[in-house]
């Protein structure tokens, strides 16, 4: 089939998958490329596997005619009537390209823009006298769009196969075996385009080399050592001619012989390390999936990866992965722009936060624990709305957390350094111990919450939280009004916001997990009874020497002015002070308004 593509960004838009494995109903939304993280035993691989099953062409018909055990645990044993696996692949953004337009039209499910889908389904036979009760009494079908008689063959899977790259893969022994070596198809197409009279001056230039090294006298005497060795061991009829040479000098076979170097041909990459066999191999990789899309031999290749991370030291992961999901590992040129961007679907399973912390903000796919029956459920980030400034925010945050938010059960957003030194020292001092809760204080650096809550709420992943912020009274209207009514509007809509006053509008709030102070944290920590604390963290850190008598004077019971205490913590730093602090948060009495968020992020990762 004849390449004919235009700039075509072919992808998987969804998939959905039900009763397979960990997975009771799982649907998610994908964008370009996806980026899959979860705990462990979580279904990370099983997702791989269900879409081997719609997509892989070298996986057998056998592999297709699951067993019992593959259905879904919680449908209880013997299973229920009518009990069938069903996992669909809906793709997308095909229409620039004459061909993809050609292979999946009769597949359609949305026809503007186009949206086809491809289903696999485990099902029970159709002529059955009694139930089902054994794995033979089923059959596997795959079909296309919504019809179950629209059977799809395996032409669409060799023309849009999945590429799987298992976690335990053996990128070094695959390079050195010329059968499995992502080199062959590459030097195979680079030896189309040298001519036969070409190839054979240079075999016979090899073979002239060749012999001239075994005809050195200790070569030579070597070589029939080894033959008279063999002709004593099997005899003269069954002995073998032995001959020392670089390389077959026939030209077919010349190709075969090269080996990839690296450090300046130095070094062959067997004798490398893991780490860089594996940026080889992956490169490698990319460069054949694409030169079969260019040759025709295939339209376009889902590339599945286990485990990416594996042999990388973290500056690798992300020095690696940063621009490969950012181009879907598609060549560019000298602008790092992307040359031909219709070649390969990325998707990535992995552990690792320093992947996750340089994945485009959309790629990210959550799987969790469903709490009600314990499948694995999925959350993503492909549909987030949000201005490109808010996106680009959020990457650069995930980037220095390393993607913190993502490996959470919980997360309490807070506004700075100060409440992140503080909350977990003061959680613990109230027997909430977060780490073991799986719960992150995650700063946001400012009050700017509302991205961060789309992250991390309900249209996003979905991941329990409670935000902490300050009052930050300014005169009639203190300025978390507003702050407030921004994240409420995106949580519960306009509607149910509008009209509400300032003491609904706090009580609504708490209700959704967004907690506020009196003042500032400071201030409230002073106001709980903690004064004489804060007073004598002031005067040991105190810049100053009136800062330390003013201190000295407010722990002696002078009642502080909120805006002088203010400025002489500032003067100090406030994250510093809060570090002093959070040393004596057993003796610190905590803020009703942090021990209320702590609470509801608690109540819900258990």
Request: one cysteine or more; proline letters at 5%.
């Amino acid at each position: 089939m004849p390449r004919e593509t235009g700039d075509a960004l072919m992808r998987i838009s969804r998939i959905e998958i039900q009763n397979y494995r960990n997975f009771r109903h799982l649907e998610v939304r994908l964008d370009n490329c996806a980026v899959v993280v979860g705990e462990n035993r979580i279904g990370k691989s099983n997702l791989v596997s269900a879409l081997r099953l719609v997509l892989d062409p070298t996986l057998p018909d056998a592999f297709r005619q699951l067993r019992l055990e593959d259905f879904w645990d919680g449908l209880g044993r013997p299973l229920p009537e009518g009990a069938r696996v069903r996992v669909s692949v809906d793709i997308a953004d095909f229409e620039d390209d004459a061909n993809l337009v050609a292979l999946l039209c009769d597949y359609l499910v949305e026809p503007e823009p186009m949206v086809s889908r491809l289903t696999y389904e485990f099902r029970p036979r159709g002529n059955l006298a009694d139930g089902p009760c054994k794995a033979s009494d089923y059959e596997w079908v795959m079909y296309g769009g919504d019809d179950v008689e629209r059977r799809v063959d395996g032409r669409v899977r060799r023309w849009l196969p999945l590429e799987l790259l298992p976690a335990l893969r053996d990128a070094e022994g695959d390079l050195e075996n010329w059968r499995r070596s992502p080199l062959r198809p590459l030097l195979n197409r680079a030896a189309d385009e040298i001519t036969e009279a070409r190839m054979a001056v240079l075999a016979a230039a090899v073979d002239n080399a060749s012999q001239g090294v075994a005809a050195e006298p200790e070569i030579g005497r070597l070589a029939a050592t080894i033959t008279s060795q063999i002709a004593n061991m099997v005899g003269e009829q069954q002995a073998l001619d032995a001959a020392l040479r670089f390389t077959p000098s026939d030209a077919t076979r010349l190709l075969r012989a090269l080996r990839l170097y690296v450090d300046d041909g130095r070094r062959l990459i067997s004798d490398a390390s893991l780490g860089s066999a594996n940026i080889v191999y992956l490169a490698l990789r990319i460069l054949e999936l694409g030169a079969l899309v260019e040759d025709g031999d295939r339209l376009h290749t889902v590339m599945a990866v286990e485990e990416p991370e594996a042999h990388l030291h973290p500056h690798l992961q992300r020095l690696v992965y940063r621009d490969f999901l950012r181009t879907r590992g598609l060549p560019t040129d000298e602008h790092h722009r992307v040359v031909d961007r219709a070649r390969t679907t990325i998707l990535l399973t992995t552990h690792s936060p320093h992947i996750v912390s340089v994945a485009p903000l959309r790629a990210l796919v959550l799987l969790k624990r469903d709490p009600d029956d314990g499948s694995t459920r999925a959350a993503s980030t492909a549909q987030l709305t949000m201005p490109d400034e808010d996106v680009a925010d959020l990457e650069r945050y995930l980037d220095v957390t390393r993607g913190e938010l993502l490996f959470a059960r919980g997360v309490l957003l807070v506004e700075g350094d100060a409440e992140e030194y503080l909350v977990p020292a003061l959680a613990k001092a109230i027997g909430y111990d977060l780490d073991a809760l799986g719960i992150s204080v995650c700063s946001v650096s400012g009050t700017n919450f509302r991205p961060y809550v789309k992250l991390v709420g309900p249209n996003g992943l979905d991941i329990p939280f409670a935000l902490i912020t300050d009052m930050d009274p300014d005169g009639s209207t203190p300025l978390a009004l507003g702050r407030v009514r921004a994240v409420l509007k995106h949580l519960l809509g306009e509607a149910a916001v509008k009209e509400r006053g300032a003491d609904e509008v706090w009580a609504l709030g708490e209700e959704n997990g967004v907690f506020v102070n009196s003042h500032t944290l400071e201030i409230d920590l002073w106001r709980e009874g903690n004064g004489v604390v804060v007073a004598q963290t002031i005067a040991k850190l105190a810049p100053r020497e009136t800062i330390r008598k003013r201190a000295e004077d407010w722990e002696a019971g002078e009642e502080p002015d909120p805006t002088r205490l203010l400025a002489d913590i500032g003067a100090i730093g406030k994250g510093r002070v809060a570090q002093r602090l959070a040393l004596h948060a057993a003796e610190l009495k905590c803020p009703s308004y942090i021990r209320k968020a702590i609470e509801h992020v608690a109540k819900r990762v258990h």
